[in-house]
């Protein structure tokens, strides 16, 4: 009896386990986390896309060194390299300080793991790109027709204040390249400038993190957040409303520069950048 017991309860608990593993990532892509991509796609074959990252990998608060570890969220680096990829792009990747991509480790867990997150688990090419990053500095931004910044909790460290991105960014909008982000990453847009030296941001229609969302996590203490201070540098910030903002989905074109809200934009701002960048439609 006791046997047949045991046996019934280790098949229930087993059951329970399975359906939580298998059905998690259901519900939170249901809710709205991760949608799969289904518009147009593109390809851009022989020209070139440059995705740029944070280098800081630690959510700690003011004064403080240490915290939660953090960095890129992967899904914003992975749905732009594969789009840019698959489109017979080549596609580099760069960092703030280089070296190393911190990669935020709750973006890979199982139950958040985007597809594109599971291929490049897979991918041993693209890892390697992200353990040996070039700096930002060491970078010919203009040699890209596609710019695209990756965000997460770390480029609310760097993007926003490193000249060097700044400088990158400005030099590929003056040579006429299709330059975007998503989630925090439009933060390294804060300091790009037009040639005439004016904000790049300024008048322009963009999206990003909200304050919202930053609020509904809990993370109001990291220097810089992308609503507040994108409109404070002058843009028209736009976003969509979900019952959480992280479910939202946001994307904005204005002429050659593309926006994402948040983490559920990266496939299709991609795409978008493909097409103004003269991509052809995969029929």
């Known amino acids: 009896m006791k046997s047949s017991t045991s046996r019934w309860l280790g ?3 087993l059951a329970v386990v399975l359906f939580f593993w298998q059905g998690l990532p259901v519900v939170l892509q249901g809710l709205g986390l991760h949608p799969a991509y289904d518009g147009p796609r593109y390809r851009l074959p022989g ?10 990998g630690t959510l700690n608060k003011p004064g403080q060194t240490d915290g939660k570890a953090t960095g890129v969220f992967a899904s914003e680096m992975t749905a732009p390299y594969y789009a840019f990829l698959d489109a017979g792009m080549q596609v580099d990747v760069a960092s703030i300080h ?7 480790p709750d973006s890979l867990r199982w139950f958040l793991a985007s597809p594109a997150d599971k291929r490049y688990l897979k991918d041993a090419d693209f ?8 700096a930002v500095a060491q970078v010919d931004f203009s040699r890209y027709d596609i710019v695209f910044l990756a ?9 926003g204040t ?6 990158g960014v400005s030099s ?34 963009l999206t990003a993190v909200t304050n919202r969302q930053i609020e509904e996590l809990g993370i109001e203490f990291t220097p810089e957040h992308p609503e507040r201070d994108l409109r404070a540098a002058g843009a028209l910030f736009e976003s969509a409303r979900a019952w959480r903002d992280i479910f939202a989905q946001h994307v904005v074109a204005d002429g050659r520069l593309v926006t994402g809200q948040n983490q559920n934009a990266g496939a299709a701002t991609a795409q978008l950048m493909l097409r103004i960048a003269g991509g052809q439609p995969v029929l």
Do not use: F, N
């Open 11 to 13: 098949a229930m608990v």
């Open 47 to 56: 020209k070139r896309a440059l995705i740029v990252t944070t280098s800081h």
């Open 98 to 104: 280089g070296g190393e991509i911190p990669i935020e």
């Open 127 to 134: 890892q390697a790109k992200t353990r040996l990053s070039p």
């Open 151 to 159: 965000g997460g909790w770390g480029a609310a460290y760097d993007l």
């Open 162 to 167: 490193s000249a060097e991105l700044a400088h």
């Open 172 to 205: 590929a909008w003056a040579a006429a390249k299709v330059v975007g982000g998503v989630c925090h990453g439009p933060l390294g847009l804060l300091h790009a400038t037009e040639s005439d030296g004016s904000p790049l941001v300024r008048g322009k229609h």
